[in-house]
């Protein structure tokens, strides 16, 4: 990311907030704290609507339930490793 030429002057030594919608990994937050930082810009913080899960998250998933008499194969329908 970057601060277009013709917009650095309105970020220059102001303070400034990233709202993003998601939060997954932070990385687009963090690009672009550096590029308004580049540009001048006093990044104040970060704003975000919503959040996933981390994958390490200590939570067990919760197993879908199987009717009784029937199995199901979750390895069926994918291709082998040498397909």
């Keep these: 990311m970057r601060?277009?030429?013709?917009?650095?002057?309105?970020?220059l030594g102001r303070p400034c907030i990233i709202i993003?919608?998601?939060?997954?990994?932070?990385?687009?937050?963090?690009?672009?704290?550096?590029?308004?930082?580049?540009?001048?810009?006093q990044?104040?913080?970060a704003v975000v609507l919503a959040?996933?899960?981390?994958?390490?998250?200590?939570?067990?998933a919760t197993p879908v339930p199987i009717p009784h008499g029937r199995s199901h194969d979750l390895e069926k329908n994918k291709p082998g490793k040498d397909e």
């Excluded at 601060?3 to 970020?11: A, E, L, T």
């Excluded at 993003?20 to 001048?40: F, K, N, S």
């Design 3 to 11: 601060v277009r030429p013709g917009n650095r002057q309105k970020v």
């Design 20 to 41: 993003d919608d998601v939060l997954t990994t932070g990385a687009t937050i963090g690009e672009a704290a550096r590029a308004l930082h580049v540009a001048g810009a």
């Design 43 to 45: 990044v104040r913080g």
């Design 51 to 60: 959040a996933t899960r981390p994958p390490d998250a200590s939570a067990p």
